[in-house]
């Protein structure tokens, strides 16, 4: 397009003119044919132009689309949160809609420590988390995230909340291994409670797969059941943020699942309007919500648009049309075979330093040394790189680096849609090999490798 008002994410970059989507693939207005290998920012799980969501947003929009949560409830909101409660685990059992993931964590934020206010407990205002994290880019969102990259620009306004390492094993920050090193990174949350005293934390947050922070970061076993015992003997909520790994991403229904462990609070967003609509959730628990009923009655929090009936029927046909298809096992099953041919590619590209995930959430980290797992410097941006040249050919990947600062590793997520096959995982797989080799032949040219 020649002339533009829109503001784009890169503002000197062009960006191709979308088309139109179908299934795994996405088409510009040249015709390019573009494997959606990220499901957008890690949202399309079921796949782009599926014609019976147009049909149900037609139907909804001739019922009504609008109407405001103070003044009425709906059916598709009702709806969309009892099939939520079917598919959360535990007491999970109330949904509070929102459209963002930024805002489900925000909200999850305020509902803890609304919990506590509640119960005669004020001094917990504090929010625990990871470095390496992301939970949302809104001030109370950010506070709570690792990322520096996002977080720099912003550092004065943000809340000083406390964050612990996370466990992340490739790089462990502690250098030690699994299983010798008795989950220290689990265990430094309890030195961090004690510190900082358990009197001021309302909750901990951490994203059961690291996503954009990290590239699809799986802590190793034990090690939710180690934290989540620790915030309970602590009286410290439990946030689990699944925008990006639950509804399915994961090969479960909620990341969480594949451990033995109840959060208090969920964060959804991202796959459960899975592109169709912006929708997302913050899911409570029985045992959270009983004060709030008990004391004020009300949830401090919302927006305009929260539970409007528009979205709401969309995210309920979402969840409906993975049951229908099955795609949660599908995830499982096809992410086994998507890690395994990206571990095929480590074998023949140094430059591959880790492939790593869980079900279609998988990450792969660069390093300039394989030995000593050295990433490479900054001015490379490799990540950036790769993803730009697999876009060349006609493949999309998602970023995932919570900054370069030749510490941590740059990485990419690879997460196709739910509904992908074998065969076209292969197909994906077959451009991102021309794309790594690309891209090591260049670097090695340039002396960075
Ligand atoms: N939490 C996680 C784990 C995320 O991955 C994201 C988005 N990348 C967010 C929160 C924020 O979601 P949104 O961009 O919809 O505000």
Redesign the pocket.
């Known amino acids: 397009m020649k002339e533009s008002y829109l503001v784009k994410p890169f503002l000197n970059d062009d960006y191709p003119l979308a088309a139109y989507g179908k299934g795994i693939y996405l088409y510009d207005s040249e015709g390019k044919e573009y494997i959606d290998g990220s499901s957008g920012?890690v949202t399309a799980g079921i796949g782009h132009g599926v014609l019976e969501m147009a049909q149900v947003m037609k139907e909804q929009a001739e019922k009504v689309s609008f109407v405001y949560r103070s003044q009425f409830t709906n059916e598709p909101a009702e709806k969309l949160a009892a099939k939520l409660k079917e598919w959360a685990p535990g007491d999970l059992n109330w949904s509070f809609f929102v459209n963002?993931?930024?805002?489900a964590?925000e909200t999850a934020l305020k509902v803890a420590i609304q919990y506590w206010q509640e119960k005669g407990k004020g001094t917990k205002t504090k929010v625990l988390s990871r470095w390496m994290s992301?939970?949302?880019?809104t001030l109370g969102?950010l506070s709570m995230s690792g990322h520096i990259g996002r977080r720099e620009r912003f550092t004065p306004l943000l809340e000083d909340f406390p964050a612990v390492e996370p466990p992340y094993c490739y790089r462990c920050p502690f250098n030690r291994t699994y299983p010798d090193c008795g989950l220290h990174c689990a265990m430094e949350l309890e030195t961090a409670i004690r510190r900082i005293g358990a009197d001021q934390i309302a909750a901990f947050i951490a994203?059961p797969v690291i996503?954009?922070a990290g590239g699809a970061i799986v802590p190793p076993d034990g090690y939710y059941e180690a934290v989540s015992e620790i915030c309970k003997r602590h009286d410290i909520l439990f946030i689990a943020?699944e925008?990006?790994s639950g509804i399915g991403r994961c090969g479960s229904r909620f990341a969480i699942d594949h451990w033995n462990v109840t959060p208090d609070i969920i964060?959804l967003?991202?796959g459960l309007g899975a592109g169709y609509a912006p929708i997302?959730a913050t899911m409570i628990s029985d045992k959270v919500m009983e004060p709030i009923f008990k004391g004020s009655g009300l949830i401090m929090s919302g927006h305009t648009y929260s539970a409007n009936p528009q979205s709401a029927a969309v995210a309920l046909h979402v969840l409906e049309y993975i049951e229908t298809h099955n795609l949660v096992e599908q995830a499982k099953l096809t992410g086994v075979y998507l890690k395994q041919s990206l571990r095929q590619l480590q074998q023949k590209y140094p430059m591959i330093g880790d492939v790593r995930g869980r079900g279609m959430l998988t990450g792969v980290e660069f390093v300039s040394n394989i030995f000593n797992k050295l990433p490479f410097a900054g001015e490379v941006h490799v990540a950036r790189t790769i993803i730009d040249r697999a876009m060349k050919k006609g493949l999309l990947v998602y970023p995932a680096s919570a900054g370069t600062d030749g510490v941590h590793g740059d990485a990419v997520i690879i997460a196709p849609p739910l509904i992908t096959k074998r065969e076209e995982v292969d197909k994906l797989v077959a451009v991102f090999d021309q794309t790594v080799k690309e891209v090591q032949d260049e670097l090695q040219i340039r002396g960075f490798f």
């Open positions: 920012a963002s993931g930024s805002e964590t992301y939970h949302g880019i969102a994203e996503g954009a943020d925008v990006m964060a967003g991202k997302a």
